[in-house]
């Protein structure tokens, strides 16, 4: 169970890093409601899980947060990335890629041989 | 350093807890605003919006406990949050908080004074630069050797002492008599020890006839001269030679003992062989040279060892250094101290245990009256992990409050300990409550309260749910029962291993003091009278100078007798000398056997009132002419001449051309130390008269004689009329080291003294805990059965019958507890043989009397919970709770 909620944490921490240096500052909700609409309807969690996602990217201060209005004129909660944050979104997407690019590789002849 | 951000992050998490808490529940309200608007515009109801969003979330009070833990630090929150809590308990009940302090205080506050000594002596490095290279040659070596050795060896640089000669410093004001240590000029260099002031010696400061220096110690400079720091360069008189004082050491320096108050440069003078290879046997230490390790040195040593019997003007004994080796300087320095502080750390550790089984059973009794409070969190969904985890920070604080309270109480002990300990042991100053031994301390409190409180905290956070709920106090689980008088019984057999070991050295150190040393130690007064060795260059000059002196204190009214002696029996000092026995020869190129040569005048028989067994003790004649007579000891006569007549018989000291008649023989006395007359590396003893001819290795007659005066009166009276007549003679001549032949014997066993000593304390303090924890452990088991007994008697029981029954109770503990403690004594008390004097590590009444006190103590610690069990009103019983 641990070991799935880190998988889980640290891919949903480079989705929101994504999220937020294609959008701009966005709010929690915002956030969720994007990575929900890219990942089509496959991705549905909890949003609650995203709020301490959030925290722990700011406490390691990749993102920063202030309040603002939204659209719709309501208080909300922004965030943005900050510098170390941008680096950040090149080294784990980088990492990412040759994670994926290795599995692939494991993954690929199995499907030939079946 | 991500996560170092992180971390701080979330420590600042824990505080303005308010602020947060607001910020997170406006954040979530508004994301369930917006979710739930953003619902109704797709068309749902504003319920069914509301209802979506608040699912989707997960829940508002959910999703914020999971921030809350990413907020801060958990698990540093609950240790806060457990120790306020263990603070507020040990607050409430504030008995059982002062008990198992005061307890864990003594147990931890033994154990730290302890090993601050363990730590000073043997562990903390020696305070010279890079100690780890240093080293000490194990044999000894007189100075052709020593140069010898400098000169050749590669691997190490080396340098010699010789500590323990004696200096009168003269010319300001009264003479005062000081302890110097003659050292190789290379000696403070290779310690890397700096001076105070001036310089040290640096080498080529030990050439014959430039070699007229000393270094003073911090102490003496401040007392003799006043801290004068213009004494640099400045000539002091010693032994009538004027030396040029180069240099102060500071307060810290202490080598090779605190005794030393100066450093003199050695005389290697090749011109007198005698002396250059036949003088002081010194010991050597060294410096490894970069790049060498302790198994090139030994090497190199060892060879040199071989050659080394070549150097010699004449042959030398095969067996003279056979074993040598090259140790690290620290281990040889304190290896007679390792033993006994080693077995002084085993007894404070087993009076922690005890200690720890005490408070254990202790926490056992109050978790028994805690099982609803737990059973109550338990319901609350408090899982085990979490209740043994707060019980044990509660025990570990109750710990860490004893260790303070046992720094505290250390502190008093380590001083205690230094007065109590022989002053001659070695690095005694160095001991220190310092930081490694702060860290220990809490290191041992943490380790203390964790073993105190697992037992308890598993046993509690065990307890049945619904048992402990609903049922009354009688009902406490058989595994209580057993597990507290398991402990009880522990702490019984410890306490008895430590009786075992006292009471052995109680014994011990009874047969030493009951032995008769086979000479008079009441109504006599010792002093040193030690004129410069100059002075006795006429040694008809020194002869009489003591010899007037014994006439002029005898003239004093109320002296009895006065004589003089050049090595007091049990001083400390011993004059070892060769001696040639007449038709007993020996192997071409050996030496004869060695003896401790007593020079005596005639008197010295009289006043130590050692008896004549055969022959005839010296007369007054042997002392002013020069009569080639001595007197041997009885061991020596029967070992030497066995069953024959010694007396006639023909002794001739190694170089002396004329032989001696053996004139008389008179019984043994305990002169190296109260367990022997001489030292095992001696054959015998001899005692010659004190005139031109009895002379010391080198050839000269000793000019450090000990006056002895017999007399009723007070040691003061005398010590004056000899301090008075001494100055009337000659004022150039130091008085030192005066007191009663009483202090000198008891001095002799300060060692064992101290051991005894420590030991009875500790053994003390066990009984004591031992005793404070069966009570406890019978008080409880009687609380617990109070209403079974309360029936007992409702239905025809005697008093008399509940207090056997519950005084068989308290018995099986003793004795079971006693059986296992004489057990394990059996298996450990020869750890102690080497501390033993007249009496087996098994010795039978020494076990029985250990069994003796604990029996009676146990069984007096049961009475009192036995009576008040007896005394029970069966009324009162049948309605408790």
Known sequence: MGDKADVWQGTLALMILKTLESMGALHGYGIARRIEQISGDVLSVNYGTLYPALLKLEQEGYIASEWGVSDNNRKARFYKLTRAGRKQVQRETQEWEQTQAILAKFLAPREQES | MTWLRAVLARFAGMFQRTHREEELAAELESHVRMHTEDNERAGMSHEAARRDALMKLGGVEQSKEIYRDRRGLPWLETLLQDLRFGARMLRKNPGFTAVAVLTLALGIGANTAIFSLVNGILLRPLPFSQPGNLVSVTGTYPKGAFVAMREQTQSLDVATYFEGHEFNLTGRGEPVHLTGTLVSAELFMILGARTELGRPFYPGDDKVGQDNYVILRHALWEQQFGGDPAIIGKSIALEGTSREVIGVMPADFRFPSAKTQMWIPLHNDSRDTIAYWAGDFMPIIGRLRPGTSMAQARAEVRLFQQRAFQLFPWPMPVSWNADISVVPLQQDMVADVRTRLLLLLGAVSLILLIACVNVANLTLSRAATREKEIAVRTAMGADRRRIVRQLLTESVLVALIGGMFGVLLATQGLRLLKAALPADTPRLADAQIDLSVLAFTGGLAVLTGVLFGLAPALHASRAALADALTSSRGAVGNVSHRLRSGLAIAEISFAVLLVVAAGLLIRSFWALSRV???????????????????????????????????????????????????????????????????????????????????????????????????????????????????????????????????????????????????????????????????????????????????????????????????????????????????????????????????????????????????????????????????????????????REIGVRLAIGAQPRDVFWMVMKDGARFSLIGILFGLASALALTRLLAGQLYGVSPFDPLTFGAAAAVMGIATLLACYVPTRRAARVDPMVALRYE
Not at chain 2, 584 to 597: A, I, T
Request: charged share 15%; aromatic share 8%.
């Open chain 2, 516 to 786: 008769d040393p086979g000479f008079r130690t009441g109504q006599i007064l010792t002093a040193r009278v030690t004129p410069n060795q100059a002075f006795c260059d006429d040694p008809l000059r020194c002869i009489s100078f003591y010899r007037e002196l014994l006439a002029r204190m005898q003239g004093v009214p109320g002296v009895a007798l006065a004589a003089c002696v050049n090595t007091l029996p049990l001083g400390g000092r011993v004059a070892k000398r060769a001696l040639d026995i007449e038709n007993q020869p020996v192997n071409p190129g050996e030496n004869g056997p060695l003896f401790w040569m007593n020079v005596v005048t005639p008197e010295y028989f009289g006043v130590m009132n050692i008896p004549v067994a055969a022959g005839r003790a010296f007369t007054s004649a042997d002392a002013t002419g020069d009569s080639a007579v001595a007197i041997v000891s009885a061991a020596t006569a029967r070992r030497f001449w066995g069953s024959q007549n010694a007396v006639g018989s023909h002794v001739r000291l190694s170089s002396d051309q004329e032989w001696r008649t053996v004139v008389g023989i008179v019984p043994d006395v305990r002169a190296y130390d109260l367990q022997k007359e001489v030292p095992d590396w001696l054959n015998g003893t001899i005692y010659v008269p004190y005139n031109a001819k009895g002379t010391l290795e080198g050839g000269r007659i000793p000019s450090d004689m000990s006056v002895i005066v017999q007399s009723s009166l007070d040691p003061a009276q005398v010590s004056a009329a000899l301090r008075r007549v001494i100055a009337g003679l000659n004022p150039e001549v130091p008085a030192s080291e005066i007191k009663p032949m009483s202090v000198v014997v008891s001095e002799s066993t300060s060692t064992p003294a101290s051991t005894t000593m420590l030991f009875v304390a500790f053994a003390a303090l066990a009984v004591v805990l031992g005793v404070v924890g069966i009570y406890g452990v019978l008080a409880f088991l009687v609380s617990t059965r109070i």
